[in-house]
């Protein structure tokens, strides 16, 4: 059995050492091994994939008596289990074509049993894909009531973590609290520079020359979660908003579709309010 170990504790002396007599007390061979201590936060991170002749119970018995004198956050899974992810969205299409398009080439290891939206124009697109989708809409007076629809969802489904593809609504806090760490965004690098509606044109008239995209983690603080992956591409006074649009797009479509496969492969640990990320 191929399985993946997340480890994250204070760094101490002897944990890399406990891993390994861990993973060949139950019969097990490292494939895969990274580690990294943040030296600010004193906090050590590490990412074990391994196999086992002896199956899931037994490594897990094995890591526990090994590493548990040093009290970490351990989670262990098959390699080939893939996380459950909601995927939340609005209207524009682009981020969740690319999620689907690289599910059904079999390039993104999760499974999406769930689409919402507070829209129905992505409806048909969804479903075209085999993938339930669920119209929730959303306004002042129910937005309360909405999220415990989803919240409903996630526990009902097994849902490991949220996808926000272009989700233009702001999550309450009940809601960022329920699933610390396991909420995926994306939207353009402009924030906080250019707030507000047409951030491109606005970007535009100031003539700048690098555009991007950011994925973090959700929080309860307004898009100051922790970064998980950024990409740029290079502008120049020629580019029209509309151009700037369409590249915009492209780079957050990408750089969303590897933050959840990052997330997906169990290879990014929060590390006060940053993340380590194993590539």
Do not use: W
Request: charged fraction near 20%; aromatic fraction near 6%.
């Amino acid at each position: 059995m191929d399985l993946i170990a997340s480890l994250q504790c204070a760094d101490q002396p002897g944990i890399v050492h406990a891993m390994t007599t861990a993973v060949l007390n139950c019969g097990g061979n490292i494939i895969e091994n990274q580690q990294f201590t943040d030296t600010t936060t004193n906090a050590f991170v590490m990412r074990t994939r391994f196999e086992t002749t002896q199956g899931l119970e037994a490594a897990q018995k094995s890591l526990n008596e090994s590493l548990g004198k040093f009290s970490p956050a351990l989670h262990i899974r098959p390699t080939a289990q893939k996380p459950r992810a909601l995927v939340l969205v609005t209207k524009e299409s682009h981020c969740l074509r690319d999620l689907m398009y690289l599910l059904e080439l079999g390039e993104l290891p999760i499974e999406i049993p769930l689409v919402i939206s507070n829209r129905e124009e992505l409806k048909s697109l969804v479903e075209s894909h085999g993938i339930p989708f669920l119209y929730l809409p959303v306004t002042k007076e129910n937005k309360a009531e909405q999220e415990k629809v989803m919240l409903a969802k996630i526990s009902e489904l097994k849902i490991d973590f949220v996808v926000l593809a272009r989700f233009m609504q702001i999550l309450s806090s009940t809601f960022t609290a329920a699933m610390p760490g396991k909420i995926i965004n994306i939207h353009h690098s402009f924030l906080p520079g250019f707030k507000g509606a047409k951030p491109y044109h606005q970007a535009h008239e100031r003539g700048v020359k690098i555009i991007g995209a950011t994925a973090h983690f959700v929080t309860a603080d307004l898009d100051e979660g922790p970064i998980i992956e950024q990409d740029v591409a290079h502008v120049n006074h020629s580019a029209t908003p509309e151009e700037m649009i369409a590249l915009g797009r492209d780079i957050e479509r990408r750089v969303l579709a590897r933050a959840v496969k990052l997330y997906a492969e169990d290879r990014i640990f929060i590390v006060g309010h940053r993340t380590v990320v194993f590539a």
